[in-house]
């Protein structure tokens, strides 16, 4: 049976975002495809997706892989729209990140074609980052769309993340330019640190991140020195404005809140007094990077209205983290 507003894909469907989106997308009466990992053996745990509400007469997962591009081909087939949402992410460092970059646009590339051959994609949202703008040097305190992130400056600061935000800028790069030649409706949203809460079996990486003060990773700290974020079902909101809105083009950014590690760890100790936060006197000397704040005015002029803020985001994340085990 078809949604009222058609069938719909989702790239990615087991990640931390993919998940929250296919869960509103549900709720909006859209029909989604959505593609995960091959699993011949079918041990991967999908009952998060196939237990949401509306799922069962509304979801049909395929497999597909960004090492195989035409996989996408029988998910997209029959969509209205895509939202490209999977992407190879490797803080490891087991591939070179030409490897993961390669990956990522061709993968990217074969799954902007199959929606051109579809005839049936009005247009693609594709999830980009805020590490494909941030990272340039120009000294900035506070970036918007305008602004790119630089390959030699990434490869100067030598991070662990390094090859993803280089992937991230340059399959967003790359995906712009493929629409433009080949006249595919396409607009790229670009949220800072997703946070709140998470129905996906894994424990993302970005609430992760946001939750170092409050898990004790000191090693997370220097992330945090200047961190934007925004809650996950604001971007999962998101998504679908920009599909749904006919005047959306381009790149947009979606954050809405930035806070130093100073006042996220005023703002940990008053609200969370059972977990041992360090005080703020405490992390004047943590080296990092400190990361410049992004504009969401293109997203808001546009008429997108943010509804969550710290409180949320935070309250959210420490739920799942319970219900799951990680607190």
């Given at each position: 049976?078809?949604?009222?507003?058609?069938k719909?894909?989702v790239t990615?469907g087991?990640?931390?975002?993919?998940?929250s989106?296919?869960?509103?997308?549900?709720?909006h009466d859209?029909?989604v495809?959505?593609?995960?990992r091959p699993?011949?053996?079918?041990k991967r745990?999908?009952?998060f997706?196939?237990?949401l509400?509306?799922?069962s007469?509304?979801?049909?997962?395929?497999q597909?892989?960004?090492?195989?591009?035409?996989?996408f081909?029988?998910?997209?087939?029959?969509?209205?729209?895509?939202?490209?949402?999977?992407?190879?992410?490797?803080?490891?460092?087991?591939?070179p990140?030409?490897?993961?970059t390669?990956?990522?646009?061709?993968?990217?590339?074969?799954?902007?074609?199959?929606?051109?051959?579809?005839?049936?994609?009005?247009?693609?949202?594709?999830?980009?980052?805020?590490?494909?703008?941030?990272?340039?040097?120009?000294?900035?305190?506070?970036?918007d769309?305008?602004?790119?992130?630089?390959?030699?400056?990434?490869?100067?600061?030598?991070?662990?993340?390094?090859?993803?935000?280089?992937?991230?800028?340059?399959?967003?790069?790359r995906?712009l330019?493929?629409s433009?030649?080949?006249?595919?409706?396409?607009?790229?949203i670009?949220?800072s640190?997703?946070?709140g809460?998470?129905?996906?079996?894994?424990?993302?990486?970005?609430?992760?991140t946001?939750?170092a003060?409050?898990l004790g990773?000191?090693?997370?700290?220097g992330t945090?020195?200047?961190i934007?974020m925004?809650?996950v079902?604001?971007v999962?909101r998101?998504?679908?404005?920009?599909?749904e809105?006919?005047?959306?083009?381009?790149?947009?950014?979606?954050?809405?809140?930035?806070?130093t590690i100073?006042?996220?760890?005023?703002?940990?100790?008053a609200?969370?007094?059972?977990?041992?936060?360090?005080?703020s006197?405490?992390?004047k000397?943590?080296i990092?990077?400190?990361?410049?704040g992004?504009?969401s005015?293109k997203?808001l002029n546009?008429?997108?209205?943010f509804?969550y803020g710290?409180?949320?985001?935070?309250?959210?994340?420490?739920?799942?983290?319970?219900?799951?085990?990680?607190?």
């Amino acid at each position: 049976m078809d949604g009222d507003k058609g069938k719909v894909c989702v790239t990615g469907g087991t990640g931390f975002l993919a998940s929250s989106l296919i869960m509103r997308l549900l709720e909006h009466d859209y029909s989604v495809h959505t593609t995960i990992r091959p699993d011949p053996e079918r041990k991967r745990d999908v009952s998060f997706l196939t237990s949401l509400p509306g799922a069962s007469e509304k979801l049909q997962i395929f497999q597909a892989d960004l090492s195989d591009p035409d996989s996408f081909d029988e998910a997209i087939k029959g969509c209205v729209g895509v939202f490209h949402v999977a992407t190879p992410v490797d803080f490891e460092n087991k591939e070179p990140e030409e490897v993961v970059t390669r990956r990522a646009i061709d993968g990217t590339l074969g799954i902007l074609k199959a929606c051109l051959n579809s005839k049936t994609v009005k247009r693609v949202v594709y999830t980009s980052s805020a590490s494909a703008v941030v990272f340039n040097g120009s000294g900035v305190d506070i970036m918007d769309e305008t602004f790119w992130t630089d390959v030699d400056y990434v490869k100067a600061l030598k991070s662990f993340a390094g090859p993803y935000f280089i992937s991230k800028a340059l399959t967003e790069k790359r995906a712009l330019e493929f629409s433009e030649e080949h006249g595919l409706d396409l607009v790229t949203i670009i949220p800072s640190f997703i946070h709140g809460p998470f129905i996906c079996s894994k424990f993302p990486g970005s609430v992760h991140t946001s939750l170092a003060m409050v898990l004790g990773e000191q090693q997370q700290y220097g992330t945090l020195l200047n961190i934007s974020m925004v809650h996950v079902d604001d971007v999962a909101r998101a998504h679908i404005f920009l599909f749904e809105h006919p005047d959306a083009e381009g790149r947009y950014i979606c954050s809405s809140e930035t806070i130093t590690i100073e006042d996220m760890s005023k703002f940990l100790s008053a609200k969370y007094p059972e977990f041992p936060i360090p005080t703020s006197e405490s992390l004047k000397d943590i080296i990092g990077y400190r990361i410049p704040g992004i504009s969401s005015k293109k997203l808001l002029n546009l008429g997108f209205k943010f509804t969550y803020g710290l409180d949320e985001m935070f309250d959210g994340a420490i739920q799942s983290c319970k219900e799951k085990g990680y607190l």
